[in-house]
Nanobody, 121 residues
Framework: VQLQASGGGLVQPGGSLRLSCTAS????????IAWFRQAPGKEREGVSC????????YYADSVKGRFTISRDNTKNTVYLQMNSLKPEDTAIYYC???????????????WGQGTLVTVSS
């Protein structure tokens, strides 16, 4: 099982980025996929989760209305479109297999290596 996160970078406040998580080694379309983030000096927090059916998605309150999670099962990829970025969104973003409505890291069993998002002017 492998998950590869990409798409991070430096962006100004108010800007946008799209993260990608490409997976392999398991039947991708059967599994929910989550995004988590960890800011310097803070605990890891759940950002968003998309169920295998694509019809159900969950978001942390801090990103609702700004971030959108989606998936393309033909490409084994989950995306996180991040708009209206704020300095407090600065973190390493990780994707993980398995998640639920509580966005708890304890629900996930496999993790990608993370991609750094820096929001700064």
């Amino acid at each position: 099982v492998q998950l590869q996160a990409s798409g991070g970078g430096l962006v100004q406040p108010g800007g946008s980025l799209r993260l990608s998580c490409t997976a392999s080694g398991f039947p991708f379309d059967y599994y929910p996929i989550a995004w988590f983030r960890q800011a310097p000096g803070k605990e890891r927090e759940g950002v968003s989760c998309i169920m295998s059916s694509e019809s159900r998605t969950y978001y942390a309150d801090s990103v609702k209305g700004r971030f959108t999670i989606s998936r393309d099962n033909t490409k084994n990829t989950v995306y996180l479109q991040m708009n209206s970025l704020k300095p407090e969104d600065t973190a390493i973003y990780y994707c993980a297999r398995e998640c639920g409505s509580h966005l708890s890291e304890y629900e996930s069993d496999y993790w990608g290596q993370g991609t750094l998002v820096t929001v700064s002017s």
